[in-house]
């Protein structure tokens, strides 16, 4: 039988208060000053997808748009590996495609043209508009499923431990003016399910352990709770980010983005739902008497001998 671990997690609770409130506020700065580095899925701009005879070499490609007076081109593999998606900031342009075609062309391989798109802005900002309320919605229904399956105080801590991992995942995108496009917000709602799936397992050993346990102060049980869960916690988080590490290296350009920002989240969402959430629960005075099951009407009266 292992012998159980004793960390005194909530011994720090008051320091990594501050650190989490520090992040908060950087996170915070940063979006309201730097702002995202929105890609073309929000802005806007123009979509070319490309054929080549033999498989191309991306940085070679990037290489000759750049050269072509094409900034911060993305250009990634799409479906097959001679079918190249070029995707330019550029507005709408009648012959910004055949300007393409010969900034290509230019080491004699054969480019074929499949298509020329232009995405306007408007999309974009509908986009960014269903994206933001989509967020809103999802920590809503988080926060009423919570209420219903646990008790309040574990529904408020739960939405202030998501709010706070969405938050520093922006923050950091923010600050290192990484590309935020869809594949990016998609990563964000993984983030909202995987750090919500954490805080439930941990919220659900609390509940049970202040059911179980007789003795021992609230802070005590959380502690114990806690160090229960911490290696069904580490396992989980590892594992996820080894398969994010994969996608990293052999999943290509396009999805970068994801996997940077579902491998912060999980980082995050680990130490959200070891401190965040803990740290709501004995700040708002959790004790036994909010979970204790409800005894029926007449029961205690048949239960007598």
């Known amino acids: 039988m292992t012998k159980q671990l004793n960390i005194d997690f909530m011994g720090k609770r008051k320091l990594a ?13 940063s979006l309201g000053v730097k ?12 979509l070319i997808e490309v054929s080549y005879q033999t498989a191309p070499d991306l940085n070679r490609v990037r290489s000759q748009l750049e050269q072509g007076g094409y900034d911060n081109p993305v250009v990634q593999y799409f479906g097959a590996d001679t079918d190249v998606l070029v995707r330019l900031p550029q507005g709408y342009n009648p012959q910004v495609a055949e300007q393409v075609m010969s900034a290509l062309s230019v080491d004699g391989q054969a480019v074929e043209l499949r298509r020329s798109e232009f995405v306007g802005s408007q ?15 999802a920590l809503g229904m988080v926060l009423l499923y919570v209420a219903f ?39 964000l709602l993984a983030v909202v399910g995987y750090s919500l799936n954490d805080t439930i397992v941990v919220s659900d050993r609390i509940r049970e352990n202040f059911r179980k346990l007789r003795k021992g102060s609230s802070t005590e049980i959380v502690n114990i709770s806690l160090n229960q869960m911490l290696s069904r916690t580490l396992i989980t988080s590892l594992t996820t980010l ?11 350009e396009m999805i970068h983005g994801f996997a940077i920002a579902l491998g912060i989240g999980v980082i995050v969402g680990t130490y959200s739902s070891i401190y ?16 204790m099951i409800p005894v029926k009407e007449g029961q205690e009266r048949d239960e007598l001998p």
Not at 35 to 46: I, K, M, W
Request: glycine share 14%; net charge negative; hydrophobic share 60%.
């Open 35 to 46: 702002q995202l580095a929105f890609g073309l899925d929000f802005t806007g701009g123009t």
């Open 123 to 137: 999309v974009g900002e509908e986009l960014r508009e269903q994206g933001g309320l989509g967020m809103l919605m």
């Open 242 to 252: 080894l398969v994010l590490g994969s996608l990293f290296v052999f999943g290509g």
């Open 149 to 187: 399956r646990f008790q309040l105080k574990f529904a408020l801590g739960a939405v202030v431990a998501l709010g706070h991992d969405v938050l520093i995942v922006l923050g950091i995108f923010s600050v290192l003016g990484l590309n935020f496009d869809l594949t990016v917000l998609a990563a």
């Open 276 to 291: 965040v959430v803990a740290n709501m629960l004995i700040s708002m005075g959790i004790c036994k008497e909010d979970l």
């Open 17 to 29: 208060a501050v650190l989490s409130v520090c992040l908060v506020i950087a996170a915070c700065a």
